[in-house]
């Protein structure tokens, strides 16, 4: 079980994420998720710390330079002593925007473990949130 003090670390880890995005800083980044953590994105699947570092340089340097990320803590279930599912929502921020837009909105799963007495990242997953059946709705009276 879970204790409130571990709830609080283990969301404290969106904002960990949150922070090391603002400086773009992927070592940081990277160093949220345990030593064998994977992260999957949209057409992206990182094994181990030093993928998802070198995954995440590129993409400061690319795609995402210059671009916030938001995320708040929806729900954190224990899965018992040492593991725990923490589920978000969030985004990314373009440039000079406050609010993340419908197309970048994201819900994402965290599976967390304790590793020598800290909370790490063993498993990200995010997805679009958004209406698939209004979209496939609309792209239905397109067609």
């Known amino acids: 079980m879970t204790t409130d003090a571990d709830k609080a670390a283990i969301a ?3 904002q960990k994420v949150v922070a090391a995005w603002a400086y773009q800083d992927a070592a940081t ?4 998720f345990t ?8 057409g992206v699947f990182c094994t181990g710390r030093d993928e998802i570092r070198d ?3 590129a ?11 938001t995320g708040k803590p929806i729900s ?16 990314v921020l373009e440039s000079g925007e406050t609010e993340v837009s419908e197309g970048s909105a994201i819900h994402a799963s965290w599976l967390v473990v304790r590793q020598d007495g800290q909370w790490r990242l063993i498993a990200y997953q ?3 949130r958004f209406d698939a059946n209004a979209t496939r709705g609309s792209a239905d009276r397109a067609a």
């Open 12 to 14: 404290a880890l969106t």
């Open 29 to 32: 980044f990277a160093s949220v």
């Open 35 to 42: 030593e064998d953590g994977t992260m999957i994105l949209a």
């Open 55 to 57: 995954h995440m340089a």
């Open 59 to 69: 993409e400061f340097e690319g795609r995402y330079k210059g671009t916030q990320v």
């Open 76 to 91: 954190i279930r224990s899965l018992g002593e040492d593991a725990a599912i923490l589920l978000s929502q969030g985004g």
């Open 126 to 128: 995010n997805t679009p």
